[in-house]
């Protein structure tokens, strides 16, 4: 009698943990594994998982002047994407006001800058200017997601009271702080999104704190 020899078969990546949800991007579906606070990757079929991570917005800076607000809005985090081998658990830690996301050991995304007094006009993900120039554009996670999210935007500079200068800087998007008023702390960014703190009114006045990261973690189906 002739043995038939067993052949193994490569299963699947998969894996739970975070907030899990089904996408669908480019025609091909997806589990995406949110996490907005620091938790657990559990492994049931090791393999390739594709990774989208930002740390900590950066925090605001503060004025640059007594009478002239205008302080630099903190930087948004740039986004860590890539594909990653991954055959055990790991632990995601999400990180704090420009401190770092990570994924175990495997992949670590840095947090945002720290506004300047007087940085220049941001860019995506970037700080605004002194004289209420706008905080930069947010990063869209559409190619990721397959929704018209966004993060790590900057933040907006303080308002200047100059005659010619007179608008409070707007924050990028992603969760990203406006500048404050003259005389004002600057305004600290919301949610999980990796924006920048907001610049203060006056360098008597702190900037704002820059809002958590996040972590994205999907796999075919």
Do not use: C, W
């Not at 002739?2 to 907030?19: D, H, I, N």
């Not at 594909?83 to 006001?97: C, D, F, K, L």
């Not at 970037?126 to 397959?146: H, I, L």
């Not at 003259?182 to 006045?205: E, I, V």
């Amino acid at each position: 009698m002739q043995l038939l020899s067993a052949v193994a078969v490569a299963l699947p990546p998969l894996a739970t943990g975070g907030s899990s949800s089904s996408i669908t991007v480019g025609g091909q579906n997806y589990t995406l594994l949110t996490f907005t606070s620091t938790g657990t990757l559990t492994i049931v079929n090791g393999g390739d998982f594709e990774y989208m991570a930002f740390g900590g917005g950066g925090n605001g800076g503060a004025g640059v002047y007594t009478n002239y607000g205008g302080g630099g809005g903190g930087n948004g985090a740039a986004a860590t994407t890539g594909t990653v081998a991954i055959a055990s658990n790991q632990t995601i830690t999400i990180g704090g006001a420009n401190t770092s996301s990570t994924i175990g050991s495997l992949v670590t995304a840095n947090g945002g800058g720290n506004g300047g007094a007087a940085t220049s006009v941001g860019g995506s993900g970037a700080g605004g200017a002194a004289s209420g120039k706008n905080g930069g554009a947010a990063y869209s996670v559409v190619a990721f997601t397959g929704t018209a999210t966004t993060y790590a935007g900057g933040g907006g500079a303080g308002y200047d009271d100059a005659p010619s200068h007179i608008n409070e800087g707007s924050g990028g998007g992603g969760g990203a702080a406006n500048g404050a008023s003259f005389g004002n702390n600057g305004p600290s960014a919301t949610g999980n999104a990796s924006g920048g703190g907001g610049g203060s009114g006056d360098n008597a006045r702190p900037g704002g704190s820059g809002s958590a990261g996040i972590v994205l973690i999907r796999f075919k189906v």
